[in-house]
């Protein structure tokens, strides 16, 4: 199994991978795509069982919904979600993170970050079935 994990603000690495975590940053990564661009996209959470399924479904909708002329190309064909999320890739595959380092959503020095996505997270999704 090969991975490469890479952290830093919402911005480009050296690596090409970007951290989007709101609904306008898989906007803003859309807007910015052509199609001559071949990418991959790797979404994940803690556990990759809310945040990154409910952006997942949000940039797929988006992009359907721009290409919708152009049906079934998208900007972003090929999309995955990380079994099991970021906490069983560090247990299986530290070498690979940068920094090695886990802290759980629930730690306490996440307790404002999580209030911000759980109010937010439900308007994301609003009308749409699971």
């Known amino acids: 199994m090969e991975f490469t994990r890479t952290t830093f603000p919402v911005s480009r690495s050296s690596t090409g991978a970007v951290n989007v975590y709101r609904p306008e940053d898989v906007d803003s990564l859309l807007r910015s795509q052509s199609r001559d661009q071949k990418k991959v996209l790797v979404f994940h959470c803690e556990f990759s ?33 990380l079994s099991g999320g970021y906490k069983t890739f560090f247990t299986q ?14 730690d306490k020095t996440h307790a404002d970050d999580l ?15 699971r």
């Open 49 to 81: 069982s809310e945040r990154a399924p409910k952006l997942l479904r949000y940039l797929r909708n988006a992009d359907r919904q721009l290409n919708s002329d152009q049906y079934p190309k998208l900007f972003f064909p090929e999309i995955y979600l």
């Open 93 to 106: 595959c530290q070498n690979y993170c940068t920094p090695v380092d886990y802290v759980p959503m629930l």
């Open 115 to 129: 209030r911000h996505f759980q109010s937010r997270s439900k308007s994301w999704t609003a009308g749409q079935n």
